[in-house]
T-cell receptor, first 116, second 110 residues
Framework: EPEVTQTPSHQVTQMGQEVILRCVPI?????FYWYRQILGQKVEFLVS????????KSEIFDDQFSVERPDGSNFTLKIRSTKLEDSAMYFC??????????????FGEGSRLTVL | SQQGEEDPQALSIQEGENATMNCSYK?????LQWYRQNSGRGLVHLIL?????REKHSGRLRVTLDTSKKSSSLLITASRAADTASYFC??????????FGQGTRLTINP
């Protein structure tokens, strides 16, 4: 069964460092998302991406964040200068256009980011 | 905000009992979805109900939607220990993002 894969599963970084989280969405999907979940809290929307551009972003997704789909398969989230409060689980998700549950998001297993 | 909010925040029941979780939201929606999350894992889609549907079944899951009250419920019948997880409702308006609620932590005691 097709799945969304994310790497790394866990990354520890120092405050101020740049981090890139990688995702390989399901191959025929067209919508891509990043969400984050601070430990024990709700899943928060960060950004959606369609047709090679950001279609929507939340107020969390400030200038420190960027997304890219560099090669038609990978979908990356970059945090330029990490802060302590960026520590969270980051989930990538993708969505297709067809099927009985159009609208369903397929999530990866997440990348846990720890900022020290 | 269109956020869904679940109730209760935590629910603990005995194996074999039914579990009911509720979700309320604020704005008009295209559909409402329920997801499950095992501890430390990704979210898994359970069921989607469209705004023109009132009830939907999938195996031991039953979802209802009342758009006049802007609420939904998820019923898990004959619960099993493996159903222990967090359950989130999520609402969609338009073609883009899903907005998730706070979730209900469900514990099934053997």
């Amino acid at each position: 069964e097709p799945e969304v894969t994310q790497t790394p599963s866990h990354q520890v970084t120092q405050m101020g460092q740049e981090v890139i989280l990688r995702c390989v969405p399901i191959s025929n999907h067209l919508y891509f998302y990043w969400y984050r979940q601070i430990l024990g809290q709700k899943v928060e929307f960060l950004v959606s991406f369609y047709n090679n551009e950001i279609s929507e972003k939340s107020e969390i997704f400030d200038d420190q964040f960027s997304v890219e789909r560099p090669d038609g398969s990978n979908f990356t989230l970059k945090i330029r200068s990490t802060k302590l409060e960026d520590s969270a689980m980051y989930f990538c998700a993708s969505k297709g256009l067809r099927g009985p549950n159009t609208g369903e998001l397929f999530f990866g297993e997440g990348s846990r980011l720890t900022v020290l | 905000s269109q956020q869904g909010e679940e109730d209760p925040q935590a629910l603990s029941i005995q194996e074999g009992e039914n579990a009911t979780m509720n979700c309320s939201y604020k704005t008009s929606i295209n559909n409402l979805q329920w997801y499950r999350q095992n501890s430390g894992r990704g979210l898994v889609h359970l069921i989607l109900i469209r705004s023109n549907e009132r009830e939907k079944h999938s195996g031991r899951l039953r979802v209802t939607l009342d758009t006049s009250k802007k609420s939904s419920s998820l019923l898990i019948t004959a619960s099993r220990a493996a159903d222990t997880a967090s359950y989130f409702c999520a609402t969609a308006k338009g073609a883009q993002k899903l907005v998730f609620g706070q979730g209900t932590r469900l514990t099934i005691n053997p």
